[in-house]
């Protein structure tokens, strides 16, 4: 199995940026396709941005697209989440996710499809 750290977040005004980060540790051997989630106040859990083990395939939600940049550094056991021009409707707490069920070539949207999840960390815009 994998544990999952995510870091990063904090309290920043409308139109900021912050880079989120995410460290795997534990079956990091395993090449893995991984993902964003949020889950924004009084919301269920929605689809952020995910990416494969190569970093070849993206995926964004709508509301992120042109804004967010997923990426990740295997050497480093690392995915990165870039948020641009924060907006108050992206507050929320956001968790990294991983899974190894699933081709490592693929980038997948769909949380059912993750197992491993950590403890998120809260992303706060002001307006």
């Known amino acids: 199995q994998v544990q999952l750290v995510e870091s990063g977040g904090g309290l920043v005004q409308a139109g900021g940026s912050l880079r989120l980060s995410c460290a795997a540790s534990?079956?990091?051997?395993?090449?893995?396709?991984m993902g964003w989630f949020r889950r924004c106040p009084g919301k269920e859990r929605e689809f952020v941005a995910a990416?494969?083990?190569?970093?070849?395939?993206?995926y964004y939600a709508d509301s992120v697209k042109g804004r967010f940049t997923i990426s990740r550094d295997n050497a480093k056991n690392t995915v990165y989440l870039q948020m641009n021009s924060l907006n108050p409707e992206d507050t929320a707490v956001y968790y990294c996710?991983?899974?190894?069920?699933?081709?490592?070539?693929?980038?997948?949207?769909?949380?059912?499809?993750?197992?491993?999840w950590g403890q998120g960390t809260q992303v706060t815009v002001s307006s």
């Open positions: 996710a991983a899974d190894f069920r699933f081709p490592a070539n693929t980038a997948r949207v769909s949380a059912s499809d993750y197992e491993y």
């Open positions: 534990g079956r990091t051997s395993s090449r893995y396709p």
């Open positions: 990416i494969s083990w190569s970093g070849g395939s993206t």
